[in-house]
């Protein structure tokens, strides 16, 4: 498949800059049989089954991004990804060549001061860094504690040096792990208010875990999608979750996934069989699904994996449903509105 395949035009207009309150208000384009209807994500209740198997991510972002002025007076900053061992992290940093390994940086002064001590380049902007609290690796509740001082939600690239009044409009109502650099972002639209609604309503939810990384948004670069390699990230299925996501499809319930992150999560266990690991998956069509039904997602940009996603999940009737929703002024990506898609043969051959 080419990548040029993936290309839409998506107006500078129709990309959201903040979510709208109360979050569930936002607009959902909701996929039947019969056609695109009009709805909001208030309306999940009515627009999901009795019965339905309702899977989020509860992942929680990290402050990941640390700004700091290099001693030539140049600005820089780094992004933590992934933490990998002995205090050590892959991250993306800018610029990377004016930060040799070997360098040293501080932010800010005392015996609690936060800094970085830059290791090996990996490439694309990709780095092994060291956190420093006073000089020393700093790991857990000392590195949580330091991010939250110097740190910045790490907003999507598109929006520039936009910040958060409130960050906690870039967690989730459910998160609980402080792992992820981005929002797993379907999951932003639900409130306490509507998960108790769901509830009531007969539709069981359960959560997973995928820290959201350089996997989830790094773009597609090649002429072709099969040249792309997808970047690692780390997941959690609890067994209680998988042992739902059995039942449903022994009885032959819908299992119905808030946002990608969750879909990579659930088809990794199920193709690996392994509830917890790292997962390269690369979702593209021809692709055999094993576990999602439905997907509650945003809508994402051109030339994107999650695009690729899709087009996997609901075949070529994406581009109408990407068109209908520009014509009908949905709002697009991070902070936009969302859709609600069926899985369709279509989506599985190739």
Known sequence: M???????????????STGVEPRDSARLLVDTSGGLNDAHVSDLP????PGDLLVVNDTRVLPARVRFTRQTG??????????????WWEAL?????????GTVVEVGAGASAFGFEFGADLGEGRRIVCPLVGGHPAAGQTLLDALE???????PPYLGDAHLDDPDRYQTVFAKRPASAAAPTAGLHLTDELIDRLRDAGIRI?????????GTFRPMTGDHVEEHVMH???Y??????????????RRGGRVVAVGTTVVRALESAASSGELSGSTGLFIRRPYEWRVVDALLTNFHLPRSTLLVMIDAFVGDRWRDIYSTALERGYRFLSFGDAMLLRRTEAGVRA
Do not use: C, N
């Not at 080419?2 to 959201?16: R, V």
């Not at 009515?46 to 089954?49: F, G, K, R, V, Y």
């Open 93 to 101: 940093v800018r610029p990377s060549a004016k930060l040799p390994p």
């Open 74 to 87: 140049g600005a820089a900053e780094v992004l933590l990804l992934s933490r990998i061992e002995d205090g």
């Open 206 to 214: 359960v959560s997973v875990e995928l820290v959201v990384g350089l």
């Open 232 to 234: 690692h990230e780390s």
């Open 149 to 155: 001082r110097v740190g910045e939600m790490p907003l």
């Open 236 to 249: 959690r299925v609890p067994r209680s979750t998988w042992e739902a996501v059995e039942e449903q499809r």
């Open 46 to 49: 009515h627009l999901l089954q």
């Open 2 to 16: 080419d990548t040029a395949d993936f290309d839409y035009e998506l107006p500078e207009a129709a990309i959201a």
